[in-house]
């Protein structure tokens, strides 16, 4: 699975990547530059200074961190964009409960940690969806799953089982 974001380099003079000059993406996501195509021109775009070999059209799909920017090149001369970092976050230190076993009507509250925000599913016998811990009594097993997103915007899902499990006399 991934993701991608496009930037585009507008038809304006300085040839400019991004205004912010900065493109922050997620671990797994790719960052599309673009600069607009023109018959008649001829791209070259470069890594850390470094031209980047193959990469001559007007655009450029990258998921490396990093400074690039464009030079394009026509009869009347030579363009250089402005240079644009490309960073790349991954989420961290994100956990989730323990598989439990239950018999109903039981509850057990599961728990995940590691993000700013949280979102479990699926929302049969469970309390609150969009909190970290929440307390679930399902009837029948089931397997909840979280995904958890940081202040980054990076997200992460992660699983866990509640097994309904009773003896009958």
Not at 61 to 90: F, K, M, R
Not at 120 to 140: G, K, L, Q, R
Request: with cysteine; charged share 10%; hydrophobic share 35%.
């Amino acid at each position: 699975c991934s993701a991608t974001r496009e930037f585009v380099i507008e038809n304006s003079v300085p040839l400019i990547l991004n205004n912010n000059n900065q493109i922050a993406l997620c671990t797994g996501e790719l960052a599309l530059l673009s600069a607009d195509s023109v018959p008649g021109l001829s791209y070259q775009w470069y890594y850390n200074g470094v031209p980047l070999n193959g990469a001559t059209g007007h655009q450029f799909l990258t998921p490396a961190p990093g400074n690039y920017y464009v030079v394009v090149n026509s009869i009347c001369g030579q363009l250089q964009s402005n240079s644009i970092n490309v960073s790349v976050s991954s989420i961290e230190n994100v956990s989730i409960s323990n598989s439990q076993i239950i018999c109903a009507p039981e509850e057990v509250q599961l728990s995940a940690t590691g993000g700013v925000s949280y979102q479990w599913s699926p929302s049969y016998a469970m309390n609150f969806t969009s909190i970290p811990d929440p307390i679930v009594n399902p009837e029948i097993t089931t397997t909840y799953s979280v995904m958890i997103t940081d202040q980054n915007g990076c997200s992460a899902k992660l699983e866990v089982l509640v097994a309904v499990i009773c003896d009958s006399v």
